[in-house]
């Protein structure tokens, strides 16, 4: 399943296939980035440590 980041608060929404339309922490309309780990480095975590909210 895909995890889901709020770009402005940095909550993150999972597991669903698509975000939602605003932020349940924030209620802000907001870019939601994909965070899911693909990579062996996450080591089973289901979130990429490396993607950090850009504000």
């Excluded at 605003?22 to 309309?29: A, F, L, N």
């Excluded at 939601?32 to 979130?47: E, Q």
């Amino acid at each position: 399943m895909t995890s889901w980041m709020c770009d402005k608060c940095g909550y993150i929404h999972e597991p669903v296939t698509t975000p939602p339309e605003k932020c349940p922490s924030c209620k802000s309309e907001c870019s939601f980035v994909d965070n899911s780990c693909y990579t062996p480095d996450c080591a089973g975590k289901p979130n990429d440590p490396q993607i950090k909210k850009d504000k």
